[in-house]
Structures are given as structure tokens and as C-alpha cells.
């Protein structure tokens, strides 16, 4: 059974930047697609950067366009999110989520996964 755990989480200002990881047990990341997702108080859970297990088809979401990446360690099964000038409406819970790569052919990338990690929070402030 796969395993996800997220960390890096924690408390930024304005501005500032934070680097999430994401460490995978039990599958390789490199024969799934990966996604982060967030969920803001009171809000829906939302995809913000996917990438299919191919790596051609990329998935961002526009708030987070030109300020997250994503990148994968192969050698360690880890992926990171990147964030920079974050922003105080990008406080959320951040969760990482992987999807075999036949589930593509029932759903579109990014609006569910299979797997999650129990998700890290990033608090930013004004």
C-alpha cells in the first residue's frame, strides 16, 4: 500500500518562500502522476500543480502560476513543491497525492488522486 508524508511546512511572511516535501513509500513517484493540492479554511480542496507520470501533460493552477514548481528526486521517491512570494491567500493545508497512470483515462489530472499524505499546513502573513 502507498504512503505519503508530507513536511516543510510552517509559518512565512508576505513574500517570503517555503519548500514542501514529499516523501513516497511503497510506489515509485516516477510510475505515477503526482499532484499538490491545498485547502484553505472554508474553502474547497483545490489542484494547484499536477504532472502526469509521463511528465507531457503539466497542470497548474492560474494562482499559483510563475511562483510554484514542482520537482522530483527520483533517487529519494521525494517530490518537492517550491513556493516563492507567497501570498497570505496561500495559507492552506497542502497535500500531496499520486494516481496510478490508467486512472488518467477515467478522470482529468488534477481533480483527484488515489493516494494522500495527511497534508502540512503553510500559514503566510501580511
Known amino acids: 500500500e502507498g504512503r505519503l508524508v508530507e513536511s516543510g511546512g510552517g509559518m512565512v511572511q508576505a513574500g517570503g518562500s517555503l519548500r514542501l516535501s514529499c516523501a513516497a513509500s511503497?510506489?515509485?513517484?516516477?510510475?505515477?502522476?503526482i499532484g499538490w493540492f491545498r485547502q484553505a479554511p472554508g474553502k474547497e480542496r483545490e489542484g494547484i500543480l499536477c504532472?502526469?507520470?509521463?511528465?507531457?501533460?503539466?497542470y497548474y493552477a492560474d494562482s499559483v502560476k510563475g511562483r510554484f514548481t514542482l520537482s522530483i528526486d527520483s533517487a529519494d521517491n521525494t517530490v518537492y513543491l517550491q513556493m516563492n512570494n507567497l501570498k497570505p491567500e496561500d495559507t492552506a493545508v497542502y497535500y500531496c497525492?499520486?494516481?496510478?497512470?490508467?486512472?488518467?483515462?477515467?478522470?482529468?489530472?488534477?481533480?483527484?488522486?488515489?493516494?494522500w499524505g495527511k497534508g502540512t499546513l503553510v500559514t503566510v502573513s501580511s
Open positions: 504532472i502526469s507520470s509521463s511528465g507531457d501533460t503539466t
Open positions: 511503497g510506489f515509485a513517484f516516477d510510475d505515477f502522476a
Open positions: 497525492a499520486a494516481d496510478p497512470p490508467w486512472r488518467l483515462l477515467l478522470r482529468t489530472l488534477c481533480d483527484d488522486m488515489d493516494y
